[in-house]
């Protein structure tokens, strides 16, 4: 191996094709779904469905194709991760809201390819293969009381032994597409619950929940600050039954050690979804720099790389800044998603990518519409949403803060118990 | 493809370099500091790893199979992370072996190149900065004015490494249109090297003033000849250098600061088990790999035969905030054992806060 950041050629003739979807589907469409909230970015859908169902279809058939029990080839490090960061970085950089709508599996489908059998990944993930209209997946954790601290979910997973059925109760929130995933497609969601609620972490469990269940119902679909165009849903759970084998992975608990493969799995899922946010909160940087640098060049000015600090205006210096941390957010980006196609454990990555990238885009935007001033701040541009977009990126898969204290354990060797 | 991964060699001279750093840099850092002056035979040790040599072609009689920013990358964050002082005093000759490797006349590397591959380092350094607040690299107010087939050098530098001892000092001024580099020699009629400089940090390396009057070189020292030299590439080199071993500064603040934390007990805790403080750490922790991400992607670029002028420019500009930012957080861990200077952090703070300053005081 060398040090190189050479970008496969495959992957930049698939941005070329992603950049045209970007500017010329979604930034036009990007400020009407901004200001009627809970409409659905069609065009893009419509768009998006075959695309992201022929690649699922090829992930499906490539694994049918292997007998049982055979491990999937390996030849060399993949690129699929370097892939799709890059996408989800054009593609938020045309609209984030509606790439978020991106109809697929998305989080359940991660959760479902990591844990689940070879016949739960057939039976639940075929759905996002095939067929005109498209597909959602969803992941349901977070819940009024249960923000950062997953451990502390309240929702329930009784085993109803005389059905043999899980039996689901309680209230998830926040959950990306999930109205999709459950009202308007025939989608699943992955819903986190307690099988032992004394057992803590050990006890939690994923659930896939399917469309059309009885007993799940959408409570209501949150007014956000930004990402309009995304859906939000809460969803309450009462008495929802579902068959034993919706459980993704085993049902066994084990004791506070540790070890427990449920947590575990979620946890492993950051570790792919966290450079993802963090690829997505560098599209909207990119788009507030590229539009900030535009503006200015059509007034005449310009941003230099070989002028002393003394020699630049105050609006060359912030903007220079904005560029740098893009950069350094984008690199660190670019190695979490690396080191994964590249088998390495890279949760530390991962955190840095995803703190640092959130903490930039928050940061950068909201420059953005200081520098533009009157027009920065008006609705008319897209500066302003940029602005509002971005916030999200420091809040969810683990806030800023979350992700600071993942790094700080890392980097000092303690548990959970240890740093607190 | 991408890849974050140095190749076999360089992981070798990485490894070599570390424990040059660890063992023989970091026993003499603080010493050094304090009298200004660092052991001969540290250095001579420094000199025999080949960090230089290796980096030099050997289609131009060097060690290295080629030039390349990455690997000088590499060794300057392992170098800086021993110490900063040792560090720029021990790669000085890179200053002018760099410059000639990357600009050079044929005539010139075959005159000079083959003095870098000595066992002891050729007594040569570059003088870059100008003692003003004004200083702008790529307008510097030191004139070369063509005469009669020689040039003219007037003006006034600052920081110039080993200047006092040097036999030569490649220095860069303002050529009619263009920014370029000549040799001068130290004996020449209208240099004068002033007294040391008293500086806040790397205070083991010795720099001083040197004024330029009237003083006449030929066409030949010119570097690169009648073309002169690429200097936008020359001043990324330098920035990449320059952000490398701010690299190494912020790793070793860190690493320090961290074991400090973690046996350091207040409250009946070890302090690291505050989220003040590790919080405080994992932001640093981000920062210098970001900032070394930066000057790989730089360095790479230029390797590539790439113009890198805006990678390496930004890549400076961050690593002289972040390397202030991690030693300065360095120096609150400790709190006030950070403020003694029998704790190294506060030599790397005052030698964090002067890579701002210290534009093409290394070469990579």
């Known amino acids: 191996m060398a040090i190189s950041f050479e970008i496969p050629e495959r992957i930049r003739q698939e941005l070329q094709m992603t950049e045209a979807l970007a500017s010329g589907v979604m930034r036009p469409e990007a400020r009407r779904l901004d200001e009627n909230e809970h409409t659905r970015p069609t065009d893009f859908i419509k768009m998006m469905w075959p695309v992201m169902r022929d690649q699922q279809k090829k992930a499906l058939d490539k694994l049918a194709a292997q007998s049982e029990g055979e491990a999937p080839k390996r030849e060399g490090p993949g690129i699929a991760n370097l892939r799709l960061m890059h996408m989800v970085e054009m593609l938020s950089w045309g609209d984030v809201g509606q790439y978020l709508c991106l109809p697929s599996a998305l989080l359940a489908g991660a959760a479902i390819e990591a844990v689940g059998t070879r016949e739960q990944k057939e039976r639940f993930l075929r759905r996002f293969a095939e067929g005109d209209e498209p597909v959602w997946g969803a992941m349901a954790m977070t819940e009024p009381g249960a923000g950062s601290d997953t451990s502390a979910i309240q929702t329930t997973a009784v085993l109803d032994e005389t059905t043999n059925e899980w039996v689901l109760n309680g209230e998830k929130i926040f959950c990306t597409n999930g109205k999709l995933a459950l009202e308007e497609s025939n989608g699943v969601v992955v819903v986190w619950a307690t099988v032992d609620r004394s057992a803590g972490r050990a006890g939690m469990k994923p659930f896939v929940v399917e469309a059309g269940t009885p007993g799940v119902r959408i409570e209501k679909v949150e007014i956000k600050h930004g990402i309009r165009a995304s859906d939000t849903a809460s969803i309450v759970l009462n008495n929802a039954r579902i068959p034993y084998d919706n459980l993704l992975g085993s049902a066994e608990v084990r004791q506070r050690d540790g070890s427990t493969t449920g947590f575990k799995g979620a946890m492993a899922t950051f570790d792919a979804s966290r450079p993802l946010i963090a690829a997505s909160a560098m599209g909207v940087g990119r788009a507030a720099l590229e539009f900030v640098k535009q503006v200015l060049a059509d007034a005449g000015i310009d941003i230099p790389y070989d002028k002393p600090y003394h020699e630049l205006t105050a609006i060359q210096r912030d903007v220079l800044e904005m560029e740098a941390q893009i950069k350094a957010a984008w690199l660190l980006t670019l190695r979490a998603a690396s080191l994964l196609d590249h088998g390495v454990h890279n949760s530390l990555e991962a955190s840095m990518a995803k703190a640092k990238a959130g903490k930039a885009v928050t940061w950068v935007t909201q420059k953005a519409v200081e520098i533009l001033g009157p027009m920065g701040y008006s609705r008319e541009w897209l500066v302003e949403k940029w602005m509002r977009d971005a916030k999200i990126n420091d809040i969810y898969e683990g806030t800023g803060q979350i992700n600071t204290l993942i790094v700080a354990r890392r980097i000092l060797n303690y548990s959970s118990s240890e740093l607190r | ?364």
Not at chain 2, 21 to 43: F, M, Q
Not at chain 2, 76 to 81: I, M, N, T
Request: overall charge negative; charged content about 20%; proline content about 5%.
């Open chain 2, 1 to 364: 493809m991408i890849s974050f991964t140095p190749t076999d060699e360089q992981q070798m001279l990485m490894d070599a370099v570390r424990r040059y750093s660890t063992n023989d840099v970091r026993a003499i850092a603080h010493e050094a500091d304090e009298s200004g002056d660092i052991p001969a035979s540290v250095l001579q040790t420094g000199w025999e790893m080949g960090i230089l040599p290796g980096n030099i072609p050997e289609t131009m009689g060097g060690f290295g199979e080629t030039h390349s920013a990455v690997t000088g990358a590499l060794a300057y964050e392992e170098l800086a992370y021993g110490d900063l002082s040792v560090a720029m005093r021990l790669m000085t000759p890179a200053l002018v072996a760099i410059p000639l490797v990357l600009d050079g006349t044929d005539a010139q590397r075959e005159e000079l190149l083959p003095l870098f591959l000595e066992e002891t380092p050729p007594l040569m350094t570059a003088a870059f900065i100008e003692p003003t607040f004004l200083f702008d690299a790529h307008h510097p107010q030191t004139t070369a004015v063509p005469d009669n087939g020689q040039f003219v050098l007037n003006g006034k530098k600052a920081y110039v490494p080993l200047a006092e001892d040097a036999e030569w000092i490649l220095t860069y001024a303002w050529n009619v249109e263009q920014v370029d580099a000549f040799f001068v020699q130290r004996s020449a009629e209208g240099v004068t090297v002033g007294p040391r400089e008293k500086l806040m940090g790397v205070r083991a390396l010795p720099t001083y003033p040197v004024t330029l009057s009237n003083v006449r070189v030929g066409a030949d020292c010119r570097l690169g000849g009648a073309q002169g030299a690429n200097f936008p590439r020359l001043l990324a080199h330098s920035q990449i250098a320059l952000a490398a071993m701010a690299v190494g500064v912020m790793r070793g603040a860190l690493e320090y600061a961290i074991n400090y934390a973690k046996e350091r007990v207040q409250f009946g805790v070890p302090i690291a088990t505050k989220q003040a403080i590790a919080f405080m750490l994992a932001e640093c922790a981000i920062e210098v790999d970001a900032t070394r991400l930066m000057v790989w992607e730089a360095a790479w670029k230029l390797d590539q035969g790439q113009d890198a002028t805006k990678e390496a420019y930004l890549a400076k500009q961050y690593a002289d905030k972040a390397v202030l930012m991690v030693a300065d957080s360095a120096v609150q861990t400790l709190g006030g054992h950070g403020y003694i200077r029998e704790h190294p952090v506060e030599r790397w703070l005052r030698n964090a806060r002067g890579f701002v300053t210290f534009d093409g005081m290394a070469m990579v």
